[in-house]
Structure formats: structure tokens, C-alpha cells
């Protein structure tokens, strides 16, 4: 676990390392890449960006536009399986921030769905390894919530970044769920599950 918490605090100084310009490029670019994710009347969830995550905001504009469906994480307090509620439209009250240590993240309300209901899920990272494997803040929420569409339809597990956020490999464990793509500025990587 230490090997994880030293490798998140690595990958974070170098995705804070890049430049402002360099990852407003990096951001356009990838948000044009991921328009290839978006089908008219699709249930497709985002995030919220916390800190240097990448935003995702054109990639959600395109989407609507399109006629998908966008859904946000919401957390319950009793629980770290994540519901998802519609992305809000304009400008929407939120609901007390949720989330552990001092990500906060904003709270939609709305008719909640869970994982198995959505088609595609664009999932932050903080790493991502060369088998598909995510790296996230360390809460586990999404591990729980995807492992529990096991034996169900699962959504198209989209793992979104910057290129510095790729690395060869990591310890995993037997929660941690694979994704089935990798989305950054240099290009879409898919993984073969084989």
C-alpha cells in the first residue's frame, strides 16, 4: 500500500508539472478523441474534475448536443457503491459535497442509477499501467461500484488522462477493476482482457 501512496504522490506532481497551456492542448485534445464514445440517447457518466484532473467540459457539451444522456457519481454517505444522477443543465443547486479527506466533491440531485444502467463510464485517474489497470485517489468507490456490475452488462470503462499519467506497470490488487480504454492528448490505448 505505502508503494501506491508514494507512486499517487509521483504521478500528481507530474500531471501538476505541466504547464497551463500544455494542458489546456492536452484537454482539447482528448475531448476531441472521445467524441468517438458518444451515441444519441446513451447513458454515459463523467466526473467532476477535482484539482488537475482533466475537465472534460467540451467532451460533455459535444455529448449533449448529440442527444447522450449525462450522469454524474453520487456518493452515499452509508456506502462506497456510487449511484449517478443526470448532469445538471444551467445552473443547478448542488447538495452538501461528499467525499472523503479534502476531495469535495458537489452533489446533483435526480433520479439515481446505478453502474450496470450506464453505457459508458469516463472514469479520472491518477495512473493508469500498460495492462489497463487504474490508479485512483485511493477511496475505492468506483472499484466497488464496478464490481458489482460483475455477471451483469458493464459499461465501456473509458480511463481518462494525460499521457504523463501512463506507466508501465503498478502493484494490483483483486478489487481493482481493468479498463477497456485509455484516453489521453497522444491517443485512445484499448486493452485486450485475454
Known amino acids: ?23 489546456q492542448r492536452a484537454e482539447i485534445q482528448a475531448n476531441r478523441l472521445l467524441k468517438r464514445f458518444i451515441r444519441r440517447g ?12 482533466m475537465r472534460l467540459d467540451n467532451f460533455i457539451r459535444s455529448a449533449r448536443r448529440r ?10 454517505s452509508r456506502s462506497l457503491r456510487l449511484w449517478f444522477t443526470p448532469y445538471p443543465a444551467g445552473k443547478a443547486k448542488t447538495e452538501h459535497p461528499r467525499g472523503k479527506s479534502s476531495l469535495k466533491i458537489p452533489q446533483f440531485a435526480g433520479r439515481k442509477i446505478r453502474a450496470e444502467r450506464l453505457h459508458a463510464m469516463l472514469l479520472p ?31 465501456k470503462k473509458i480511463g481518462i488522462g494525460f499521457a504523463c499519467q501512463l506507466c508501465d506497470d503498478f502493484p494490483t490488487e483483486v478489487h481493482d477493476i481493468r479498463t477497456d480504454y485509455f484516453v489521453c ?9 485475454k
Do not use: C
Open 1 to 23: 500500500m505505502n508503494g501506491k501512496k508514494a507512486l499517487r504522490q509521483a504521478l500528481r506532481r507530474r500531471r501538476a508539472a505541466l504547464s497551463p497551456a500544455e494542458k
Open 42 to 53: 446513451k447513458r454515459i457518466a463523467v466526473y467532476w474534475p477535482v484539482g488537475s484532473e
Open 67 to 76: 442527444g447522450a444522456q449525462i450522469y454524474l457519481p453520487y456518493i452515499d
Open 125 to 155: 485517474l491518477v495512473g493508469i499501467n500498460s495492462r489497463g489497470y487504474r490508479l485512483g485517489q485511493g477511496g475505492g468507490y468506483y472499484d466497488v461500484s464496478l464490481g458489482a456490475t460483475r455477471g451483469r452488462l458493464q459499461p
Open 185 to 193: 492528448e497522444r491517443g485512445i490505448t484499448r486493452f485486450s482482457h
